[in-house]
């Protein structure tokens, strides 16, 4: 990480409860948005509360809308766009400029949410944990999967998260990589 970047270094010691709840309620509200339906109230839930209701909420939008054939790839799309959005609006607030900082960014943000993500500089990442396995199968996890893609693209310049192993599917870890997409100019090194 370089040395310069004293926000994302005082990010890795400590992030309020107050303010992890806020960015899940933003990061629950742009899911709702994906899903074109009312986002529950959080009034008066912990941090650890509405990270519950989040996973139970994306479980049901998603399972509704396998029942009810709407169009998957509109919804992931939407759910990509509006993470890329939260993404790189982290990026800027953060002022992510490598690959090692949206790594690092990453790590934050998903150890907040219950998720052990480990990501090196090369864009290999490995997800050993993630507290929303045990509410996702795998076709739940491949719908809701589109908001990891999108953060990290958001944080990243826009890099494709492209997974080869998913918890959810059976295996050990999740493993995926961060690829620059196809006629791509790097954003950030």
């Given at each position: 990480?370089?040395?310069?970047?004293?926000?994302?270094?005082?990010?890795?010691?400590?992030?309020?409860?107050?303010?992890?709840?806020?960015?899940?309620?933003?990061?629950?509200?742009?899911?709702?948005?994906?899903?074109?339906?009312?986002?529950?109230?959080?009034?008066?839930?912990?941090?650890?509360?509405?990270?519950?209701?989040?996973?139970?909420?994306?479980?049901?939008?998603?399972?509704?809308?396998?029942?009810?054939?709407?169009?998957?790839?509109?919804?992931?799309?939407?759910?990509?766009?509006?993470?890329?959005?939260?993404?790189?609006?982290?990026?800027?607030?953060?002022?992510?400029?490598?690959?090692?900082?949206?790594?690092?960014?990453?790590?934050?943000?998903?150890?907040?949410?219950?998720?052990?993500?480990?990501?090196?500089?090369?864009?290999?990442?490995?997800?050993?944990?993630?507290?929303?396995?045990?509410?996702?199968?795998?076709?739940?996890?491949?719908?809701?999967?589109?908001?990891?893609?999108?953060?990290?693209?958001?944080?990243?310049?826009?890099?494709?998260?492209?997974?080869?192993?998913?918890?959810?599917?059976?295996?050990?870890?999740?493993?995926?990589?961060?690829?620059?997409r196809e006629n791509q100019q790097k954003d950030i090194r």
């Amino acid at each position: 990480m370089s040395a310069m970047n004293l926000v994302l270094s005082m990010a890795r010691l400590y992030i309020p409860s107050f303010v992890r709840k806020r960015k899940l309620a933003e990061l629950f509200a742009s899911t709702a948005r994906a899903f074109d339906c009312d986002m529950p109230s959080l009034e008066g839930l912990s941090y650890d509360e509405c990270l519950k209701k989040y996973a139970l909420f994306t479980r049901e939008q998603a399972e509704k809308s396998i029942r009810r054939g709407n169009d998957l790839e509109t919804i992931k799309n939407n759910l990509y766009r509006n993470a890329y959005r939260l993404g790189e609006e982290l990026g800027k607030q953060f002022r992510i400029t490598t690959i090692e900082e949206a790594m690092t960014m990453t790590r934050i943000l998903y150890h907040a949410i219950g998720i052990d993500f480990h990501g090196t500089i090369q864009g290999e990442i490995t997800i050993r944990r993630c507290f929303f396995s045990g509410y996702y199968t795998g076709d739940i996890c491949r719908i809701i999967s589109s908001l990891d893609e999108g953060i990290i693209a958001g944080l990243s310049g826009g890099r494709q998260l492209v997974f080869s192993e998913r918890i959810t599917e059976g295996g050990e870890c999740c493993k995926a990589c961060l690829v620059l997409r196809e006629n791509q100019q790097k954003d950030i090194r």
